[in-house]
């Protein structure tokens, strides 16, 4: 997930009242379905998606082919190269969205399950029980393959869902959620779990952050102004993380080959991952024998590094790190480094400049591995493992929708299960309350 | 919880800024002792709530002579009887306070516990970690109890709390919170876990609704316009009910006995709770010999009955139920009763009247209970037992903050595991990400 602010950067065309007016047809129709999907059972919302996933095979070549237009238009309005990366949707790249599409069929079904359960002293038989969440609006940047992780999770979690991509990947997203809706019918479900937003406008996204009692819950996927906007202007819930400024710190108890192999990783294997590290903490304590085979590493694998002083005097080739560095997601080839007093001056920095997204220690010393699990703040903690495990197919939850940092309902990946609530379900005999 | 929209009508005095600023101070402190607090052994913090319960008992006298004041001012400004008596404490209610505290010190501790964890393929260990949510701020009415029972959950969850209660219990609330402060510091944990609003002013609310990063959640607790406000205004999440628009199904398949004593139960047993029924409805198949027993046993218990044209028909004692009646939550000795056809009756009128909070069957049909169950999309479905179970006493949960209508978060009763988050803890061996 990285910036992508020029989605919302499209003409003003609608009144605000006309988007409120398509927002709310949108939404009815996605609540006229919801009962059904509510009620689907776990193989009908299984067949579903595998039904999808065949028919964005088989329906490859209009998508492809929308994916030509998209890319012709966004060539011609100068779009980067990595943006056209993103955009750019080919035969492998389409069997891989079919692909994601049946792993989350293969998930464990969400809804449904009985999440605890006890019996009172008066007989009465409380259990808890995971219901969908209701109607999710997801507004996300330029990447077609996103529209089918997000459609289908929110299927699979038996919600129906409305999807509003960015404005350069509309002809592929249309193509896209043509295919799912036409698999979904196909097996049964109706066709409304899915709809995509009916026009590019960018009054539209402001007509569904207001749609309060309509859209339950909002989910941005993108870059900061993107997530900025929603959280700002959104009437109903949101689960959407701002960003990962990711720490790895190297204990002075730490194994040094281990240190060096995930520093590098967590840097450098994608800059642009929301849970890619871009602070590393050196303790005090073996800085003089770690910090230079670590900065060798980093830069011999074409990091940019800027540091502390200590850091700067360990390799020439460090620039100085400004008080801004500590606080910057680069999302590119930059790292800044410190020399920290151990654990206390680790536990100080990250939680001053974190962003409670995904931190990482390098120890042996399982005391110091407990500490630092129990009190670093963050949705994701990782003992001797890369920052770059932050991520919903790496913990099993088959894909994502997002990262989220907040406390609220949902933190760390959002799957299948993060897009559900629950009720309660009483049994009695007749019991009434003395 | 009921009504009091008194409690925000004290005159505007502070400037918005100053109140800012007071909110700033106090959510600093309250910043301040957050990591001791999330850090706390399940020991500290029972053994702080219990010296909380004994520093109650201790300084009863001042409490209650605060509380004396308070009645005397509320007597002048001619408060209602009913206001007045929730106002009230004595001996008895005081030692119920602390009492109230004492259950929640043994209840389980919510923070801590192990959620989930499993193996990935790759030997990474995920675990899923409780942890509290941070800075909780409640907004409730003027009910002196509550300050205590609101301060206990959030400190048994390990969260900091301010606490603005309503400006007509002020003295008896800052008496209650003094204590709560002396017994918390004489068990070695900060004070700062519980504060009080240092001021009435009613900007201070808005102050506190504006204190986005500052107060991690927020708890409105108290009547519809109060609540209604918090959940327009804050720019933090919200934890709040709305309200308890209530139903009472009686199915064809009914043991006749079991639904006249549930229903009076869960009308007349209290009317002012959100668990009180304030509709109910007949299945069309029984009406002729249900109906009579149903509405003479509610009429003798002292209640008001409004119906449709054939609930009238059966008893000349009934008057017209209006369009409105439907979706009036009366808190009041007024029942609305209607008949319907079966089942899809009784489910189409609680998707279109309800709140989402509590709807009861009275069935001896397994068939019925479990599509009720399944379709009424509320927070709590009872099956044979009145609705005034909806709250958290009588979930076992100790004691509650409120019943949240929402899905998101905590729906249902709000007790100190939903007054938690989580976090992921991952152990590693050096894994990088390919």
């Given at each position: ?380 903690v990782i003992v001797n493992a890369s920052t770059q495990y932050a991520d919903g197919g ?13 406390k609220f309902h949902a933190r760390g990946p959002v799957g299948a299960d993060q897009l ?15």
């Open positions: 997930m990285s910036p992508d602010s020029t989605s919302l950067n499209t003409p003003e065309a609608l009144a605000p009242a006309d988007a409120d007016a398509m927002v709310a047809e949108t939404a009815a129709r996605a609540r006229a379905a919801a009962p059904a999907l509510a009620r689907a059972k776990p193989a009908d919302k299984t067949r579903a998606l595998r039904s999808a996933a065949d028919a964005v095979r088989a329906q490859a070549a209009v998508i492809l082919t929308a994916n030509d237009k998209d890319m012709a238009e966004a060539e011609a309005k100068g779009l980067s190269g990595s943006m056209l990366d993103r955009l750019k949707l080919d035969d492998a790249r389409l069997e891989s969205v079919s692909q994601g599409l049946e792993a989350v069929a293969d998930l464990a079904d969400p809804v449904g399950r009985i999440q605890a359960d006890w019996t009172r002293p008066n007989g009465l038989v409380i259990q808890r029980i995971a219901v969908p969440l209701g109607v999710i609006g997801v507004v996300y940047e330029s990447r077609p393959n996103v529209t089918a992780d997000a459609g289908g999770l929110a299927l699979k979690a038996g919600n129906c869902v409305i999807l509003r991509g960015g404005s350069e990947s509309a002809h592929s997203s249309a193509a896209i959620v043509d295919a799912l809706r036409t698999g979904i019918a196909a097996a049964g479900l109706p066709a409304d779990a899915i709809q995509r937003a009916p026009t590019q406008d960018r009054q539209y996204v402001g007509a569904m952050l207001r749609a309060h009692g309509l859209i339950d819950v909002m989910v941005p996927r993108g870059g900061k102004s993107l997530v900025g906007r929603v959280l700002e202007e959104a009437r109903m819930p949101v689960i959407g993380h701002l960003e990962g400024l990711c720490h790895v710190y190297v204990d002075g108890a730490a194994d040094i080959d281990k240190a060096r192999a995930i520093a590098v990783n967590a840097k450098m294997r994608r800059t642009g991952v929301c849970g890619a590290a871009e602070t590393l903490l050196v303790d005090r304590a073996i800085a003089d024998t770690a910090l230079s085979p670590l900065l060798d590493d980093l830069i011999a694998a074409g990091c940019a590094i800027r540091g502390c002083p200590e850091v700067q005097a360990a390799d020439a080739r460090v620039t100085a790190a400004s008080e801004e560095d500590w606080t910057t997601e680069y999302l590119d080839a930059i790292l800044s480094v410190r020399v920290v007093d151990g654990m206390t001056g680790a536990l100080d920095h990250i939680a001053r400049y974190g962003s409670g997204h995904t931190d990482a220690i390098v120890t042996e010393d399982r005391n110091a591995a407990a500490r630092f699990t129990a009190e670093v703040d963050s949705a994701i790496e913990f099993g939850f088959g894909a994502e929708i997002g990262i989220s940092t907040d559900t609530s629950y009720k309660y379900v009483i049994a009695g005999d007749g019991q009434t309350r003395p």
